[in-house]
Structures are given as structure tokens and as C-alpha cells.
């Protein structure tokens, strides 16, 4: 298929321990597959720290051991990142907003993510044979997080994440 | 063709010239709150780091190939690719090899009533 990106402008997010209810819009995105056998990889994370003092953060890309219903886009813009992109049937379910929140598995974290919202970023592409795959929606499999740990001081950050439906 | 475990690897960036960066202290924190998992060495919170990285073949997990590690990076011989510390245990302790292509294969097979039936 073709490459979509997910991005927050600004966001100062709630820090999450792991098997703990997320927040609406308190967390970056979450990211699950529109059907039970759907694939998606994932390609680049992006965090850019737009805080005006010292705020070191946690932050995890993780699977989740309770996954999200009823997601919608909260905060997030989720678009594709060619014009020409056809609809797909089943799209995938992307935002930051939740009826049912979401859980970051304690186990099977993907990405440390930790930076310095005070300045500074985190970019991590990975090429074609390497992405992390998300398939199908169920727990554990189905559906990636971004979001912050706690331990840390939470400062405005803006994200990208660019994924691909495979 | 893949010709080397270092064929394809990923970047990870992380820029911290225009910010006070992450002191040793707290990424060593970081390090023991989230054993087993790499993250981003202690010494390099300050300034630039970039290394490459790859996923683990078993979980999928980020391994950062950390130019300062001095341990053994693990890799599993049957599916001749890197592992990561976490899988590398499960390994010695005794727990098959599962490639994450084989989960993938599983999901897929059971929710398109492939399965043979016993």
C-alpha cells in the first residue's frame, strides 16, 4: 500500500504505567489494525521537544495488553503522505482518544524513546525488512502505543509517526 | 539477498546539541527501570548519538548496536538474526525459538479457518 504519517503539533503528556488506563489525549497515539488479519509496519517515530525548561521523558512505543475501542483522532492528523493514495477497505484505527482505554503491555515494549523536552529530538527510521509489525487488533499483537512512562518530568513534545498498511 | 545480520539496519538519532540532554544518572535509571531492553547508553544523553539499530527476530523489540557495549550482542543461530537481551535469556532458559514471522503466520491462519481440523 502507501505510507500514512500520524503527527501532533504540541502535546505535554501524562506519564502511564505500564497495565494502567491511559487518558484521552493525554498520550501520543495508538495505532490498530482495521481487521483481524491486517498488517501494518511501522516506519519512522519522530519527537521533537518543545518545552521552555528542563523536562526529561520516558517515552515508549509499546504493544498493548488491552486495546483501545471506539478510537478516534483526538488530537492527532492522520494523513497520506502521497496524495495519490487509494481509500483502503478497512482502514486501519489511529488517534488518541478512546471509549475503552488502552493498556501498554508491561512485557513487550518496543522503542525507549527518552529525550529532553527542552530542546531536544529523537528520530528512528528503520528500513524495509526491519519495521516492527502490527498485525491484526487483538491484545498484545494488534495494536502499538506511544506514550510516556512515568519517572520522568512531562514537557510539550511534537510527534510524527510514519506507518505503512502492508 | 541478505548477506550479513548487519544488512538493513535502522538509525536511531537522537539530538541533543541545543538542550541540556539527559544526565548519566537519570539514563542509568532508565536503564534499570526497563532491564533487558536497550536504551539509550548512559554516557551519551549529552549532545549528538546516533547508532544504528535493528529489531529483535523473536519480539521486535528496538536493539540499538551501541558502539560502547562491551557484552556479547546475542543473535539466534537458527534464524541466523539478532535477538534482544530479553529473548537471548528466554533462549538459554530453555525456551524454542519463535521467530516473529511464525506469530505472524499464526494470527493470520486462525482468523481465515485454514487450520486443519484433528
Known amino acids: ?166 | 539477498m541478505k548477506h550479513s545480520t548487519r544488512d538493513s539496519e535502522g538509525v536511531l538519532t537522537v539530538n541533543h546539541k541545543d538542550s541540556p540532554g539527559l544526565s548519566p544518572e537519570f539514563l542509568l535509571e532508565v536503564q534499570k527501570a526497563f532491564p533487558g531492553e536497550d536504551t539509550l547508553p548512559p554516557a551519551r544523553g549529552r549532545g549528538m548519538f546516533q547508532a544504528p539499530v535493528m529489531k529483535c527476530i523473536h519480539c521486535q523489540a528496538m536493539i540499538i548496536i551501541n558502539p560502547l557495549r562491551n557484552r556479547q550482542r546475542e543473535s539466534c543461530p537458527k534464524c541466523r538474526a539478532y535477538i534482544c537481551d530479553k529473548c537471548a535469556l528466554n533462549m538459554k532458559l530453555g525456551l524454542e525459538c519463535k521467530p516473529y514471522t511464525k506469530v505472524i503466520e499464526e494470527i493470520i491462519e486462525a482468523n481465515s479457518g485454514n487450520l486443519k481440523e484433528f
Open chain 1, 1 to 166: 500500500m502507501a505510507k500514512r504519517i500520524v503527527s501532533l503539533t504540541s502535546l505535554t503528556p501524562t506519564a502511564v504505567a505500564d497495565a494502567t488506563n491511559f487518558v484521552n489525549q493525554q498520550y501520543f497515539c495508538i495505532l490498530q489494525g482495521g481487521t483481524a488479519t491486517q498488517l501494518l509496519n511501522i516506519v519512522e517515530f519522530y519527537l521533537g521537544g518543545l518545552a521552555g525548561a528542563n523536562a526529561a521523558m520516558i517515552l515508549l512505543s509499546s504493544f498493548d495488553s488491552t486495546v483501545g475501542a471506539t478510537i478516534t483522532a483526538g488530537g492527532t492528523v492522520d494523513a497520506p503522505l502521497s496524495a495519490a493514495t487509494a481509500a483502503l477497505a478497512a482502514p486501519m484505527k489511529i488517534g488518541n482518544s478512546a471509549t475503552t482505554q488502552p493498556q501498554r503491555s508491561a512485557t513487550l515494549h518496543l522503542h525507549n524513546l527518552t529525550i529532553n523536552a527542552f530542546g531536544g529530538e529523537l528520530r528512528l527510521n528503520y528500513p524495509l525488512d526491519q519495521q516492527a509489525v502490527i498485525i491484526g487488533n487483538a491484545v498484545n499483537t494488534g495494536e502499538v502505543s506511544v506514550s510516556m512512562f512515568t519517572g520522568g518530568t512531562a514537557g510539550a513534545v511534537g510527534f510524527h509517526m510514519i506507518y505503512e498498511p502492508a
